[in-house]
């Protein structure tokens, strides 16, 4: 076996050993162990990616010939293995006493065996896991970000009980997240689903208070239910194309019709996986998790599973295009809806999460305009976004963990509390808007595929708008005080230093390499079907000349900030008050939060309601396709 | 040449210090279009950071003292200060009072007085342009009058004792008595 | 790329703000004889400049004065792209990326009308933006690319509306009565800009000359001839009329309240560049017959 499978299957095996080892570990030994494991799977991702580039190829089939093990023992035991887990996660929705969640666990677990036994069991498929680019790009975030985000659980849990399940969830996760990428065999894809559900369950469940009760119960609700259309779109894919291969299943014109059921209901799954408008309110309640949960499971790793199963989708979707469109607006309307609910929000983390589902929802619509530039747009803002924001997060995370709050209201002053963590804080925003970092020409690829679809060009321009609106008011309240004297500033951890600084880097030096990331790689990674993106003007812009317009935006940044920091010398009576009428008081701000709670409500009862109904639309227009 | 350029776009700060605000709608009169002050580039801003002229009513009560100096410390120099009305340049009838500074300049050093009660909008304009002028003869490095300030209390008072006041009549009745009693000797006598 | 040109586009660049002087202070002039008055001289934002640059240096912290340089450093930057002839899309975030840096700025310091300030900006750019984005639509229907390079197309005969829809931005983005809600004088007494002085504020001021550049620049795409000459006068007189039409505007309405005026720009300039996209697109793909 060559080495880029091996790590490929380290990749899913090694996190499973670690969470086997971290699970009834004591606490010292434990802290070495995630350690250990976190280096080791940095190292394996790391190492792969770097082979997979230098090697050059378009992908790795990791088939049954190159992998030289048993496959037919692995069907087994990943058969053997999900009907445990279905049967489990039953349990979970009945000790949750949720009729749906029940429901749902039943009717996965009857359209699963079902086909299995009309199938036949055992038979082993072809290429069970493939490694393209794409597949790369999620293994790579997902290695790298998920164990510095390990890392830095090891100082934010000190003090919290439950602290092996807490990290054998967490190593079981990466492992269940990067072999649902890799997969290539519908069923076992399934199979890796399901245990994100079950290790998102427990994470949301952790800290066991009514209110973390509540919120697991909802998230499996909703995302059983995105396993039943899964499940439901895989056991048609068998039985009527005798085939459960992605790959085989992209090659089949004779999809059109009927066959796009397969599409719309794994799209479906795809949408309550990233928690997409009218299924997102299941993110929201996971917010009351552990703020690492939060940075791994609801922001930078498993919420783009479902997205990456719609991406995936996409050759399928072009083949009747009302469906894509129909995508496409969903996905606008998220975005622009979320936006805008993100600025009612006081809860730092409720931001965050908005604003999480709404860049999947900017994802979705670029999968949904189904042109290669917007396909590339959707890759790099996907890309872009877990990297960002699993540093927000994180950096939330520590504000909670040492200041005690989450409200955007008492963080003020934070630049001479934490200057460190406001300073990522406010990297990370003005990563996720402004350029010229990555998600910039993300939504710059984006805007310009939207001009295939006009109404979404209104959507997103609203979006744009109202994301600057609230990073800007965030960061706003961050450098500005509310007291005279703050209190001084704490030493931070190394813990919480060193994968902030981590992600923080790599964030600059992906942003500088975007040309190189765009031309050499995303412009290739696009299944077969599609041309180069080369005719869209802003795909050309990105990689021949934006070295001129990019490195121009970097060096009058650079100018912006070093000319006043060298220049400027503040004497203390060059030092004036501020204007309060002459008054001598200390004045006290407030924050703008457009209606608060009685604008979310109606905006989010707007947004399901259209939502819903797009919902319902992309399940009927395979039927329509069928007829006309 | 800061004071150069200053002459060309003077930028004023209204603040009232316990006036009755007869000067001060004056002020406002002189600042609308009718009398155009923007022709000399006068902009009213109402912040001391962005004044150059800080223009003033009223004889700076005591609780309008320190919030006035907050005011003139904020504005970064080369600025003028230019007292409008009575009550701003003496204290006018509240020069005593026991609520006052008693004008301006026991505050701060004025550069301009414009007298009145109220202040006409051509009296103001006539100080802003006596102002430039003076800061003209100080960019060309010519003498200049300079900004005045004096000690509360500099003008003498008069306090009113009573007795003295009481005397004082007692001592012009008992004098015109005798005048008045000659006269009336002459005046026929009442018929009772 | 042609590198003459980005010399020469440096140069127009390093230009521009005195242009946009003489245009405020012809904006002055005009306002004042509307008002039946006579006026400061046209080369009064030359003065007030000058005056400014002279004074005593005085701020509030230093981080107010870096990220006001980050501001005026994108504005320059979104500029000199422009006149260079990049993507209107980077523009567009160049613009934005302005803009919150401005707000930024104002947040930084702890005054309470700064801080209703950067509130109220904030608010204006969620007024304006979209329109803006559906504005560079409209450009990239008729011009078929979204690059800012001089076209022979006479925009205006096919997106009058789009420019309706433009004045009501420059309105905003000027900071003109009936949208003059951030820098609100009379109601927050200079809103974001209050803790600026002398040098800073001077550097500020600039800033906002350079964006009203870039606006002015967006209106003179809409005029194009092959002849050079003649496009040259027409993006000159469709500037000033665009100036005119802003202060004939500025000086007959009140302000706005600031969810009004989001509203009602929001809305109306949407409405605008919709109807108009729509039109345009149903001429060039033959669905309204158009000689």
Redesign the interface.
Known sequence: MQLIETLALLTILLPTLGALLAFPAGDKARKWVVLAFAAAIILVGGVMTLMFLYEGKGAVDLGKDSLGVDINAWVWGITALDLALMVFLLYLGARSRSIIAVVAAILQMVIVVGFEAWHGFGEAPAMPFVLDRLALVLVAVCCIIGSLIAVFSIHYMEGRAKKGRFFAFVFLFLGAMNGAVLSNELLWLFFFWEVTTLCSYYLIFHDETPEAKASARLALEITLWGGVALAAGIAYAGWKYGTLEMDKLMGMGDLAGLGLVIPALLVIGGMTKSAQVPFQSWLLGAMVAPTPVSALLHSSTMVNLGVYAIIRMAPLLKLYLPLSYTIALAGGITFAATAGLALTQRNVKRVLAYSTIGNLGLVVMCVGINTPASLVAAVFILLFHAVSKGMLFLSAGVIDHELGTKDIEEMGGL?ERMPFVTMIIVLGS?SM???PFGL?AG??LS??AA?QM?ML??L???G???T??Y???W???L????HATPKPAEPLSMYYKVPLGAIAAGILMLSILTPFFANSFAFNMLPAGYASPHGS??AD?LAS?SY??IG??FL??A???A???AL?A?KDK???????????I??Q?A??YFGGERTETTLTDLAVSVCAGLAIAVMLLPYIAEVF | MALKSLIKSPWILH?DTGSCNGCDIEIFATLTPLYDVERFGILNRG???HADVLVLTGPVTQKTR???L??Y??MPGPKLVMAVGDCACSGAPFVNAYNTMGGVDTVLPVDIYVPGCAARPEAVIDGVVKALEKLGKLAAGEPAPPAHMREAGDIPLEVYDPEAAAAKAKAATAAAKPAAAKGAKDAPKEEV | ?DYLW?VIATVITLIAPFAVAVLAGVDRRITARMQNRVGPPIMQPIYDLMKLLAKT???????Q??L???????S??AL??FVAG??L??IF??L??A???Y??A???????????G??RE??Q??AY??????VF?GV?LVNG???SAATDNMLILWLPLTFAAMILVLLVKLQKSPYDVAEAHTEI?GGPE??Y?GKFLALVKVGHWYEAALMFAVISLFFGHPNLYIAFAGKLILVFLALFIVILVDNSTARLRFGQMARVV?TYG?ALT?VN?LVV?AVQEGVIPWP
């Open positions: 630049s003005v808007m402004l350029p910039f939504k710059w805007v310009e001009t006009p060009l209104l997103l321009g609203v744009s708008a109202a600057v609106l990073y800007t008011k960061v706003g309240r450098i500005s005080r509310t003007a802003a812009l000349n001129i317009w121009a935006v009058f940044l100018a912006g900030l000319l006043p920091i400027v503040v060059d030092k004036a008050k501020v204007y309060t009428c002459g008054e001598d200390e004045p701000v924050g703008h | 603040f912040n001391p950071k320190s919030r006035l907050n005011l410390e904020m | 790329m980005l240096k005085m701020l509030v912290n230093k981080g004065i870096i006001a340089t980050l501001y005026v450093t994108m320059i930057l000199w792209m990049a993507d899309l980077i975030f160049v934005s990326a803009a919150a840096f707000t930024l104002a947040y930084s310091v702890l005054s309470p009308f700064s801080q209703l950067a509130t904030l608010i750019v969620l933006e979209p329109v803006v984005l559906m639509f990239f690319s979204f690059s007494v209050i803790e002085s929001l949407l919709a996209a697109w």
